[in-house]
């Protein structure tokens, strides 16, 4: 059973940076058949894409955040992590890690049960 | 980039009754590439469809989804106690991913 977990810092002051890691169990992230991403939701509000990865390491971002994010994979310990340089309190919000399958269904598939990072001092 | 609008923003309809949430994009998306998602409070999205028309695993027949190029609709054909959610549509393309901004589907 595909299990991801995302871990990390759950309030994290302004200016400062966010980074979370997603832990992916019951299936390998080296496999060339996915992607992986996170996407993000602020209180109360719609889904927004933040960046994908494949196992190889190339990364894509969302244009809106791309000076922000940093997006790496971890073969090693089956992980990929995320870091969001210079929050506010506009990234406050619920990260979702997801599986993005690249061929056949093209979709989220599978995704962690999401964490909580607030920015505040 | 593509941007995909959902209508409408609420929908309010009794169990029992139908359905019909419009996605719209701002330039053609590949069928392949457009997905519907489920959202209920606390809990992440589900996967409901993929390739604008396929039902995902577990996914009962009642939710269809249809469409092409740049309108997208996704049918509940008989609303039951547990689909009153919010749900999203998402597409992929040039290695960039969009959703729209949903559609709540409330209770009338």
């Known amino acids: 059973q595909l299990q991801l977990q995302e871990s990390g810092p759950g309030l994290v002051k302004p200016s400062e940076t966010l980074s979370l890691t997603c832990t992916v169990s019951?299936?390998?992230?080296?496999?060339?058949?996915?992607?992986w991403g996170w996407i993000r939701q602020p209180p109360g509000r719609g889904l927004e894409w933040i960046g994908s990865?494949?196992?190889?390491?190339?990364?894509y971002y969302n244009p809106s955040l791309k000076s922000r994010v940093t997006i790496s994979v971890d073969t090693s310990n089956n992980q990929f992590s995320l870091t969001l340089s210079s929050v506010t309190a506009a990234d406050t919000a619920v990260y979702y890690c997801?599986?993005?399958?690249?061929?056949?269904?093209?979709?989220?598939?599978?995704w962690g049960q999401g964490t909580l990072v607030t920015v505040s001092s | 980039e593509i941007v995909l609008t959902q209508s409408p923003g609420t929908l309010s309809l009794s169990p029992g009754e139908r359905a019909t949430l419009s996605c719209r994009a701002s330039q053609s998306v590949s069928s392949s590439y457009l997905a519907w998602y489920q959202q209920k409070p606390g809990q992440a999205p589900r996967l409901l469809i993929y390739g604008a028309s396929s039902r995902a695993t577990g996914i009962p027949d009642r939710f269809g989804g249809s469409g092409s190029g740049t309108d997208f609709t996704l049918t509940i054909s008989r609303l039951e106690p547990e689909d009153f959610a919010v749900y999203y549509c998402?597409?992929?393309?040039?290695?960039?991913?969009?959703f729209g901004q949903g559609t709540k589907v409330e209770i009338k």
């Open positions: 990865i494949y196992y190889s390491g190339s990364t």
């Open positions: 997801a599986r993005f399958r690249r061929s056949g269904s093209y979709s989220f598939d599978y």
């Open positions: 019951g299936a390998s992230i080296s496999s060339s058949s996915y992607y």
């Open positions: 998402q597409q992929y393309g040039t290695s960039l991913w969009t």
